[in-house]
């Protein structure tokens, strides 16, 4: 698929004047932006749609193109009209046109690494028309004050934190979306057709319209290094680990011997690793498809509890988390195979070891260097949770 990625940036409004070029960490907020776009190698093109020469000369410098200057953009007007006319010049150009066109919202530019690529893999996975980046609201919604409707079922009032995926509500972060060429040109509307929703969490969300903002946009960009952790002590932005069991914690292979009980290879590395886990009190859980006693005898020896015969873990893990009250984008999954993806979608933070199948290392926000069953458990600790490596 050929995909562009359009960033507005339009100054004619009155809710961004100026914004889109304020200093963060000695960038222009603009190019925290364009990098994410700039490393994803599933997006061809990287432009930004603007009205302001100023602007988009501060584009140009940051990699993007910017291949004409808008008109003066109105207050109010749709989105849509004024991205449209950038793929429709650059399709005049040449004969090159995108499948799909990716929208990038600049005054949200504190996504989590690998959130771009992991946008588009959804997209291509689920056969979508267009896809709208949401986040999960915890709360009890009416409508209508003069009339007022409930939005979940009275008889039943669940607690925000105890409610199923299915009564949850979401409400767009307007951080991205993806919309198929050819329902823009003819329809000129970003949602359209079959929709699939992209989960973010609330940090993310964030957009960067005030001071608060402003302080919450440096603290992520200084969190954003390199090989460093995404926040402060792990339990400031995660509430648990989950792990895959065959090809995260073994090397994937299994052992038969002549009566048929099968043995598999692990790290004794990763036993200490869960001791360090335990003395800083995160949870960590075993999930496996697999119905085995070897998962149950190591899951024993390792102290973890353990989920065998998943069938689905994206239902799991969201059974998971409603159980213990912990929170879906809260939550990193550990996986390698095309079976792990959907708790991958729903973890805000999935994580593929090495070897894992293209598709996973493609879906995952981080991928190890360690392959699985080669001490995955002591690499997340050094260079994600950042955790002391001290015995408890």
């Not at 929709?195 to 319209?209: A, H, I, N, P």
């Not at 869960?274 to 024993?300: H, K, Q, W, Y």
């Not at 981080?366 to 490596?389: M, N, Q, Y």
Request: glycine fraction near 6%; include cysteine.
């Amino acid at each position: 698929m050929k995909l562009m990625a359009i960033i507005p940036a339009r100054c004619g409004s009155r809710n961004a004047p100026g914004k889109h070029l304020q200093d963060l960490a000695g960038r222009p907020l603009l190019a925290w932006t364009i990098e994410q776009s700039l490393s994803c190698p599933a997006i061809a093109r990287t432009v930004v749609a603007t009205d302001n020469e100023e602007v988009a000369h501060a584009a140009r410098l940051a990699g993007a193109e910017v291949p004409l200057l808008l008109p003066l953009s109105k207050e109010g007007m749709p989105l849509e009209f004024f991205i449209t006319p950038i793929w429709e010049e650059l399709a005049k150009k040449g004969s090159w046109r995108p499948d799909a066109v990716m929208m990038l919202n600049p005054l949200t530019p504190w996504r989590q690494p690998g959130r771009v690529t992991a946008a588009i893999w959804q997209f291509e996975a689920e056969g979508a028309d267009a896809l709208v980046s949401v986040c999960a609201t915890p709360a009890l919604f009416w409508s209508n004050a003069r009339n007022p409707k409930a939005g979940y079922d009275l008889r039943h009032r669940s607690r925000p934190q105890e409610m199923h995926e299915s009564e949850r509500s979401y409400r767009e972060n307007g951080s991205l979306t993806i919309t198929r060429t050819e329902l823009l040109r003819d329809g000129k509307c970003l949602v359209c057709g079959k929709v699939t929703l992209f989960m973010m969490d609330e940090k993310e969300s964030q957009e960067f319209d005030s001071p608060a903002m402003s302080r919450l946009a440096l603290e992520m960009a200084v969190e954003k290094a390199p090989h460093e952790p995404v926040r402060g002590h792990p339990l400031e932005w995660m509430d648990a680990l989950v792990f895959d069991f065959d090809g995260v914690l073994t090397d994937n292979r299994v052992l038969v011997s002549q009566d048929g009980t099968e043995a598999v290879m692990c790290s004794r590395g990763d036993g200490m690793g869960f001791d360090i886990l335990r003395a800083a009190g995160i949870p960590a859980f075993i999930m496996s498809s697999e119905t085995n006693p070897v998962v149950s005898a190591r899951a024993r020896k390792l102290k973890l509890p353990v989920f065998q015969s998943v069938q689905d873990k994206g239902v799991s893990l969201d059974a998971l988390c409603r159980e213990h009250g912990f929170q879906p984008e809260r939550i990193i999954f550990v996986g390698n195979d095309v079976n792990d993806l959907p708790a991958m979608r729903l973890a805000g933070f999935p994580v593929a070891v090495a070897d894992a199948v293209p598709v996973v290392r493609k879906a995952a926000w981080r991928v190890l260097k360690s392959p699985g069953g080669a001490g995955i458990v002591r690499e997340l600790i050094d260079t994600i949770l950042g955790l002391p490596d001290a015995t408890p």
